[in-house]
Antibody, heavy 121, light 107 residues
């Protein structure tokens, strides 16, 4: 059974840093591209970042570029999101999601339960 | 930046057909996916590659994508289908995009 379990969320002051983790199990983690998606309270889904299977290629939403860093440790089956210079508007539930294998297009076939990040003084 | 537009809400009677649209410039040239999110839960993929259903998703869920509009259709809508639905596409090989979401109410 595929499982994605996020951790590391919490309350942080504006300008602070936080590192999220996503522990993967039930599949060959090193074969899949992975993503972070966030959802502000009462709002919609917003794509944040993705990383390829070996960690050599990354992409970011414009809103987090230069502040967030996605990485992975395939030996530990774990995905990370280092978040620096946090702002109030970064407050959200952060989900890790696995990129599904499809003939065409990009989809997210499995999601974690999410971890809440609150940026407030 | 690329944008996907969904109606904020759609209502349907039990047993009837619900259609949720997602509009974006030349969306038919990309591939659309759809996600269901029930209150307090994580999103679930219900349609990918415009019209394919993942294993375990009921046949009453179907999708299409042409021109500027992708459509999620739920036939024989059930009370358990009441949820938020999000469309998603990938823009210029580097950016993921979600629609704003549609709240489906089964009256």
């Amino acid at each position: 059974e595929v499982q994605l379990v996020e951790s590391g969320g919490g309350l942080v002051q504006p300008g602070g840093s936080l590192r999220l983790s996503c522990a993967a199990s039930g599949f060959t983690f090193s074969s899949y591209w992975m993503h972070w998606v966030r959802q502000a309270p009462g709002k919609g889904l917003v794509w944040v970042s993705r990383i390829n299977s070996d960690g050599s290629s990354t992409n970011y939403a414009d809103s987090v570029k230069g502040r967030f860093t996605i990485s992975r440790d395939n030996a530990k089956n774990t995905l990370y999101l280092q978040m620096n210079s946090l702002r109030a508007e970064d407050t959200a539930v952060y989900y890790c999601a696995r990129e599904g294998i499809a003939v065409a297009g990009i989809n997210f076939d499995y999601w974690g339960q999410g971890t809440l990040v609150t940026v407030s003084s | 930046s690329y944008e996907l537009t969904q109606p904020p809400s759609v209502s349907v009677s039990p047993g009837q057909t619900a259609s949720i649209t997602c509009s974006g410039d030349q969306l038919g040239d990309k591939y659309a996916s759809w996600y269901q999110q029930r209150p307090g839960q994580s999103p679930v993929l219900v349609i990918y590659q415009d019209s394919k259903r993942p294993s375990g998703i009921p046949e009453r869920f179907s999708g299409s994508n042409s021109g500027n509009t992708a459509t999620l259709t739920i036939s024989g809508t059930q009370a358990m289908d009441e949820a938020d639905y999000y469309c998603q596409a990938w823009d210029s090989s580097t950016q993921g995009v979600f629609g704003g979401g549609t709240k489906l109410t089964v009256l």
